[in-house]
């Protein structure tokens, strides 16, 4: 191998220059790196911790007086603090220094005592031992983040600190909502709303308490440095980062991100342990999170609206940067102290987003990497510039996607990148970058090179190494010049040089540790070489899956150095010393993280979650339990209050969990497989409670559902069937029986649902599907084998429902609500089936896909209840009853790849959200009084609809419903009439069709009489009365309430046109579309169909028998064949016949002018 190494690969490389003009004046690129102290902090906060230590110097001599004057209350340090300052220990002490105390008294507590710097630098412990702790760093404005900024001396307070953070911050806001933040109003509100709204379960959070963005919440665990920790209420002025909040915690946001579950596998784990803290950065999502595993608490890193895609932190771990991918990509850099945004920058590569980055060891510059086709690299001085990028290169065309990037930690003029065939050195000079694409292939060395995995530059040396997938390292250095001494400075011109054979499996982490080289391959193996590749210790047993990250912990002082009691293990060499590393965490494709301490090799699986989409999602109706199924196979229950694992089971391979159900009782969980196979479980033990799985399905499981009263169990599958089981006695071997199965729909069924018949307490089993069909199924009536239906009903016309739910006895009537693609709600009475109410619905990108009503303690008397529903990618709430008043909802991006599942604690204070192939689940907070607050800024009565009409009260489209709602009246009583006319306020409800089309809203028959029926019977449970008229107000809402959601759009004309015409050119024949007309839909008599088509042609002189009486259809069939051609297309259609244009460019249908 050493002659083979020898060798010189052919000079394939091509070498390419980039005249960039440096973007950012007045800065000299080609300065010295930041000034570093021996800690390796950034500049900016060595001034900072001088600042801290003087004032912990000062707290300590406050202690020691106060210990003299009252011995007897010194059972801890922090006790004799605060009973000295009350026995009036110290008179001369300000109000400034007691500020000063108490907050670095706050964060410099230990778990028996205070930590006090000393002057050498070195921690001192008075009182206890010394316990792992966040570092003393006050909050930093930005122009703190300077590396190059010097120490002003000046003492900032903490209102300071957090003044001067709110003034320069420009990192994104905390919450991606979709409607607007409530404005300072809302506090005005918050009294208001207080008296009408009562939490469930939840009596303490009426009380003022610290927004949960500034709060940092530690979950109870046993034995724990965390429960001796000053309060989160006592940090929350250290730690402004959105962190998970106390119960007790109210915030602005009506949902309010807590907890999440789950990790992005793709995106490797950052380790972020240092001598004060036990954190790591890894991804849910679009959220990044900074989970303590010693606490069990974390901070989500909140702004991102795509996925997360990469990450990477400043050697000292205090400076973390998150990207995305993505419409509106961002780069954000982060406090990983504070969890506080410090710099954001704003379409770093617009459109396509980042697909890598790496940060320098100072921390001072960020290169990124688009995740365009044709890639394009930046370099950007994030603490000086977060708008343009110091210097910017194209990629040549025919370069592979690089997905892997990093500097040169010794020289950061020297950038190194890969992707799975081809390595690229880059040089960066000034406003130039300079780039070299060396070429490897099989026959240089007469070898499989394999897929390049990841690349590093070795220390002190021209050398860089780049792993592959067959376990072997590519060797590059500087090309020799044919005369002359060799180059020994860096420089892009490398080539392969060597190709070395370090193992049999493929290599997916390279990475250094002080002067080591460090290997992860895909069977979860960690091996440790010196420089010249020669293995010192290798770690085999961790039992884990393939590698994709190994990450050290940050020592500023790291002696390698073995203490009498230490159990490093032996190194490979013959003289078997012991082998001394820095602490590590490994994370794995699988979704595991583990943290490895390098004395007596003790490894501890951090997370191991799920590493498939996540379907699968229920909520126990007892305990505060949350169960999660995926695809992987595991199905795992949390309690979400202590934020621990209550129990997991793992079903053999090919077993992917779609969904999961609690009965009511809390006693069983029933669980529906892809494979079509269904599993009743113990919901404590996750055993089988029958002996097999029932196997009636030949698809996919998708919804199951348990009665009531916990004695049946249905189920629905991607063969669009329901199939329904039975509880059987508790002395059978088989507590659930099979009882039927009918296939009802012919398209996908969206829900599947138990209820409560009226006046009664026996169930009711319903389905709805695509097809527009909603079933009801006789349970009573139906045998073993035969399942019988009880009615059938089409609810809908054109629109597609989504999802069913039993809706709240809010009202006095019992009704099912659903929810279609037209962004419309619809009520339907439970005993008739009629259409009560059509509502508006949000309208936030795409329909409601579920929703299910939060659980209340009273919910036989509330009033007022709130739902949760999931769009396509964002999660919401709205109030209840339903109105039609947009300011009623609200939503927020919660997954953007896609949210699969919704559920609700059953104390209705969280909300859980399943993010499918993102195999997150995330935990949201409800805060009712912020989105009551909302609401009422919306406006009362009739003002939030008016806000939904074309310029509002004062516009052009009030003005003219205003005339033909009087128009209408002139109707009602007789156009052509002498008599003395009534002056009213309203019209009757035959007239509302009429007005409804000169608003340029045109209802379909079926329509019309739902309209009609809303209005005729909104009255009459309550006084047994049908109304007949209506006013402007009511009008308006219906109005509001009934048009489409988005106006009349082209895509829906030619799309008919599509579907009836020809191929060539969606034309349709005059003859089929006359026959059409009066066969198919609401068909139309022949004189209707006459009296309408020369009515829109504009024939007709008095515009037909619905002003002023009969119409003689009597030679209209001529007139209709003169003016229509032998084929109709959706163009001549719709500006000859309708009288619309048609424009591509607004995607809307518009009337002339």
């Known amino acids: 191998m050493a002659d083979s190494g020898e060798r010189e690969a052919p000079e394939k490389e091509e070498e390419h220059t980039a005249e960039i003009e440096d973007q950012t004046t007045g800065n000299d690129r080609e300065t010295a790196p930041v000034k570093e102290e021996q800690d390796g902090q950034p500049a900016a906060a060595q001034s900072d911790e001088k600042e801290t230590s003087a004032e912990e110097d000062t707290l300590q001599e406050n202690h020691e007086e106060a210990d003299k004057e009252d011995a007897s209350a010194a059972k801890t340090e922090e006790d004799d ?107 005005e509100l918050v009294a208001e709303v207080k008296e009408e709204v009562v939490l469930p379960s939840q009596e303490e959070a009426t009380q003022p308490k610290v927004p949960a963005q500034e709060t940092d919440v530690e979950m109870p665990r046993q034995n724990s440095v965390a429960d001796e920790r000053p309060s989160s209420g006592e940090r929350s002025s250290k730690m402004s980062g959105i962190e998970t909040p106390r119960e007790s915690d109210v915030s602005p946001n009506a949902l309010n991100l807590t ?40 901070k989500l890193l909140q702004g991102h609206s795509n996925n997360i895609t990469c990450t990477c932190a400043s050697q000292d771990k205090r400076w973390v940067a998150t990207a995305d991918k993505g419409p509106g990509s961002m780069i954000i850099i982060w406090d990983s102290f504070t969890g506080t945004p410090v710099q954001t920058i704003f379409d770093a590569h617009p459109d396509v987003g980042v697909v890598a980055m790496a940060m320098t060891p100072d921390a001072k510059y960020i290169v990124s990497l688009s995740a365009s086709h044709r890639q394009t690299l930046c370099i950007w001085d994030w603490t000086v510039n977060g708008e343009l990028p110091v210097v910017a290169t194209e990629l040549p065309e025919g370069s ?113 540790t002080d002067s080591y080289v460090v290997t992860g391959d895909v069977n979860g193996h960690v091996r440790f070489y010196d420089n010249q590749l020669t293995m010192l210790n290798w770690y085999s047993e961790f039992n884990v899956g393939p590698l994709n990250a190994i990450s050290f912990e940050y020592k500023p002082n790291f002696i390698p150095v073995a203490k009498e009691d230490s159990n490093y293990p032996a190194d490979s060499t013959i003289a078997a010393r012991a082998f001394i590393t820095r602490n590590y965490t490994i994370s794995t494709s699988t979704a595991q993280v583990a943290n490895v301490i390098s004395d007596g090799s003790v490894v501890s699986m951090i997370l191991d979650e799920h590493d498939a989409a996540i379907h699968g999602l229920a909520s126990h109706p007892i305990e505060p339990w949350i169960a999660i199924g995926s695809y992987s196979g595991l199905l795992q229950v949390w309690n979400y209050q202590e934020k621990c694992l209550v129990v997991s089971r793992k079903f053999n391979r090919g077993q992917m969990i779609r969904c999961i159900s609690y009965d ?138 989504q999802c069913l739910a039993w809706y709240p006895p809010v009202t006095k009537e019992q009704f099912y609500l659903t929810a279609n693609d037209q962004f419309k709600f619809k009520l339907y009475n439970t005993t008739t089936t009629m259409c009560r109410y059509t509502l508006l619905a949000p309208t936030y990108g795409t329909p409601i896909q579920k929703m ?35 300011h009623n909802a609200m939503a927020l991006i919660a997954h953007p790849s896609g949210v699969t599942n919704l559920a609700c604690s059953n104390d209705g204070r969280y909300v859980f959200s399943a993010g499918g192939t993102d195999a997150t689940l995330l935990m949201w907070g409800v805060n009712i009084i912020a989105l009551e607050a909302g609401a009422k800024l919306g406006g009362e009565d009739l003002i939030p609809f008016y806000g939904l009409l074309d310029g509002g009260r004062e516009g052009e489209l009030f003005k003219e419903l205003e005339n033909y709602f009087y128009y209408a009246q002139i109707r009602s009583q007789g156009v052509d009439t002498m008599d003395t006319r009534e002056v009213s306020v309203t019209i009757p409800i035959s007239e509302i069709p009429f007005v409804m089309r000169a608003m340029g809203h045109y209802p379909s028959e079926q329509e019309v009489e739902d309209m009609i029926n809303e209005v005729k019977f909104s009255k009459y449970v309550d006084s047994g009365k049908y109304i007949d008229k209506i006013d402007l107000g009511d009008f308006i809402k219906l109005y509001v309430n009934h048009r489409p959601a988005f106006g009349l759009s082209i895509s829906h004309l030619t799309r008919a046109f599509e579907v009836l015409g020809c191929e060539e050119d969606s034309s349709i024949d005059r003859g089929d579309l006359l026959h059409w007309l009066q066969h198919k839909g609401e068909h139309l008599t022949e004189n209707e169909l006459a009296e309408y088509i020369t009515t829109l042609l504009g024939l007709n002189p008095e515009g037909g028998s619905s002003e002023l009486g009969g119409y003689d259809a009597v030679g209209s069939s001529d007139l209709i064949e003169e003016y229509l051609p032998d084929r109709i297309s959706a163009e001549h259609f719709s500006s000859e016949v309708l009288g619309f244009s048609l424009t591509t460019e607004d995607q809307e249908i518009t009337s002339p002018e």
């Open 400 to 512: 592979e996607l690089q997905t892997y990037v990093i500097f040169n930690p010794d020289d950061m003029t020297q950038i190194v990148s890969n992707s799975t065939g081809q390595v690229i050195f880059y040089e960066w000079k000034g406003a130039n970058i300079r780039y070299v694409a060396p070429e490897l292939t099989d026959q240089d060395f007469n070898r499989m090179v394999g897929n390049y995995s990841q690349s590093i530059f070795c220390a002190n040396s021209t050398k860089a190494l780049t792993a592959t997938s067959v376990g072997n390292v590519v060797v590059w250095d500087n090309v020799r010049p044919v005369h002359g001494p060799p180059i020994t400075t860096p420089s892009p011109k490398k080539k392969a040089f060597k190709l070395v054979r370090l193992q049999e499996r493929g290599i997916m982490v390279l990475t250094t």
């Open 852 to 886: 299910e009503v939060l659980p209340s303690k009273d919910a036989l008397r509330d009033t007022k209840r709130y739902m949760a529903y999931i769009t396509t990618d964002k999660i919401g709430l709205i109030i209840l009853p339903l109105d039609g008043n947009p």
């Open 664 to 801: 009511p009782k809390g006693n069983y969980l029933g669980v529906g497989f892809t494979n079509g196979s269904v599993r009743i479980l113990d919901s404590l033990t996750l055993e089988d409670e029958c002996p097999e799985p029932f196997r009636y399905s030949r698809d996919a499981v998708t919804h199951c559902v348990f009665s009531h009263d916990s004695s049946w169990f249905a189920t629905g599958d991607a063969d669009f069937c329901v199939t329904v089981y039975k509880a059987a006695k508790p002395t059978s071997e088989w507590p659930w029986t099979y009882l039927g199965k009918y296939r009802a729909h012919y398209k996908p069924i969206r829900t599947v649902t138990f209820g409560v018949a009226l006046d009664s307490d026996l169930p009711r089993l319903l389905s709805l599907g695509e097809d527009r069909a909603l079933v009801e199924y006789d349970l009573g009536k139906s045998s073993i084998d035969d399942l019988k239906l009880l009615a059938t009903e089409r609810i809908e016309q054109s629109a597609v429902p």
């Open 81 to 187: 603090g605060v009973e000295s300052k009350e026995d009036g220990g110290t008179d001369d002490v300000t109000t400034k220094d007691e500020e000063a105390k108490e907050e670095v008294e706050v964060d410099s507590k230990l778990e028996d005592g205070i930590r006090v710097i000393g002057g050498d630098g070195e921690d001192v412990v008075e009182g206890g031992e010394a316990a792992a702790d966040y570092p003393e760093e006050p909050e930093q404005t930005k122009d703190d983040l300077v590396p190059e900024a010097e120490d002003t001396g000046d003492e900032i307070t903490e209102t300071q600190h957090k003044a001067g953070l709110e003034e320069d911050d420009t990192g994104p806001p905390q919450e991606q909502q979709t409607q607007e933040e409530p404005t300072p109003k809302t506090e």
């Open 259 to 298: 907890w999440a579950f789950g990790i992005n596998k793709h995106v490797p784990t950052v380790n972020l342990t240092d001598p004060h803290r036990n954190v790591i950065l890894y991804v849910c999502g679009n959220t990044a999170v900074l989970y303590d595993f010693t606490r069990n608490t974390q």
